[in-house]
């Protein structure tokens, strides 16, 4: 009997089941952009029935994806979900920057807080919390990933040298994003480069081999023994549904928790920057937890440094467009020193972060240490802007932003001058991905220790 419970279907059906609730809220309301907590439904109510459908609905874009590695590059798959899971945060954002078009410069620090506050989100919280939470699961799922060493915080997840393609686009993602603030604001040129740059990288995956080495279980090998047509079928569903369920429902998620935060003295501000985009992060970071409880890290930690990418390179580069759109002529989406100095720590943080994934590991003390600069900076933001008034809190603010900027470049420096080897490495095995993809043919260099 209990067997029966344990089908593939019944998972599926579970998931569905947690999306119900909210599609009767949105249907009740009228459809998209009618639901609004405080008005036709209480912020707590949001957060439940929202959060339970972002639940679902991650689960079956998880679902989708693995299935899909059957006949796409996983790489590929993997990008396709990072997409559709971080595509709330592109929604929150290009709000911002429409209403910059039409004349807000408030909503255009806004939209450069919400997009710098979900990046960092997803590596101070999202690469660590994961890598945390990778070794300890490896204590019961065997992740062969996991390597047990000895010495204080030593155990470290070793991922899979097939990541360098996405490394290697991040990084120089990250070096550009160093020099947008020179001009004041993201323009046109910052938008072809960035677009750019992420479908030169989507060219390269969609271009590689269909690996079939890894064995899957639950519900994708449920449906990947499903003939060509059904399977495809449950993959373009799995895609549709999920993303259609995550668009809809993350924004009065992250309207609720901004309410609940507001009544407990929380600023606006802050909020915008930090809970709106926990809200619009959590999709993916629970597709990658999914990934991670299956023993399946490396394709976990792919999916967050394919978000970041694409993060890095479209949410930036489409702000322009949108506001070009709203504006009603191409132009520069401007902001404040404040947001000037967000861009450029948020560049400094992901420079450390990729030089920790240089050498195609990250142990708990580099985790760690993700986890407390993240932590450190943003309760120190916290405590000036509930202390200090205006301009005295901006200027305060401002000088820690520059201060944890200067401490993230010196220890990404550093580390990337320690690990030459792994970044020689890294660069090299890009280049031959690259041009495999591209059908020159190369081959693969031997990983440097």
Avoid: C
């Avoid at 394919?306 to 993060?311: A, I, R, V």
């Amino acid at each position: 009997m209990l067997d029966r419970f344990r089908h593939p279907l019944v998972a599926v059906a579970v998931a569905l089941v947690l999306t119900v609730p909210w599609i009767a809220t949105f249907v009740s309301s009228g459809g998209y952009g009618t639901v609004h907590p405080g008005e036709n439904i209480t912020p707590g109510m949001a957060v439940l029935v929202g959060g339970l459908a972002i639940v679902g609905a991650a689960f079956l874009l998880a679902w989708a994806a693995e299935t899909a590695e059957k006949d796409v590059p996983q790489a590929f798959a993997i990008a396709v979900l990072a997409v559709l899971a971080v595509a709330p945060e592109y929604a929150v954002d290009a709000l911002y920057a429409w209403q910059a078009g039409a004349g807000s410069s408030e909503a255009a620090n806004l939209a450069v807080a919400n997009m710098t506050g979900a990046n960092r989100i997803l590596i101070g919280l999202g690469w660590s919390g994961i890598a945390l939470f990778t070794i300890y699961r490896a204590k019961h799922t065997a992740d062969a990933a996991v390597e047990n060493r000895p010495g204080l915080l030593a155990d470290a997840v070793t991922l899979d040298p097939g990541i360098a393609t996405e490394i290697a686009f991040l990084l120089a993602a990250t070096a550009y994003a160093f020099f947008i603030p020179l001009s004041g604001g993201i323009g046109p040129l910052d938008t072809l480069f960035l677009v750019g740059l992420f479908m030169l990288y989507i060219l390269v995956v969609i271009r590689g081999d269909v690996e079939h080495s890894e064995e899957h279980v639950g519900v994708p090998a449920y449906f990947q023994q499903y003939s060509r047509a059904p399977r495809i079928a449950f993959v373009l569903f799995g895609f549709a549904f999920s993303g259609a369920i995550i668009f809809t429902a993350v924004h009065p998620f992250a309207e609720g928790l901004e309410q609940l935060g507001l009544q407990y003295g929380i600023p606006e501000f802050f909020m915008i920057q930090w809970f709106a985009p926990l809200a619009s992060e959590s999709p993916e970071l629970i597709v990658v937890a999914y990934l991670v409880n299956k023993a399946r890290s490396t394709a976990g930690f792919n999916a967050l440094i394919s978000s970041k990418l694409n993060q890095w390179t479209l949410l930036i580069g489409t702000l322009a467009v949108v506001y070009s759109i709203s504006a009603g002529a191409i132009g520069t989406l401007s902001f404040d020193q404040k947001q000037a100095a967000e861009i450029w720590i948020t560049a400094a943080q992901s420079l450390f972060a990729i030089a920790i994934l240089t050498n195609f590991e990250i142990s708990v003390r580099e985790a760690v240490a993700l986890l407390v600069l993240f932590a450190t900076q943003v309760l120190a933001e916290f405590y000036v802007i509930q202390t200090y008034t205006e301009p005295a809190a901006t200027t305060i603010s401002i000088s820690i932003l520059y201060a944890f900027t200067a401490v993230y470049v010196v220890l990404g420096v550093g580390l990337f001058l320690k690990r030459g080897e792994s970044v020689r490495e890294l660069l090299e095995r890009s280049v031959s991905n690259a041009r495999t993809a591209i059908g020159i043919g190369a081959s693969e260099p031997g990983r440097a220790d």
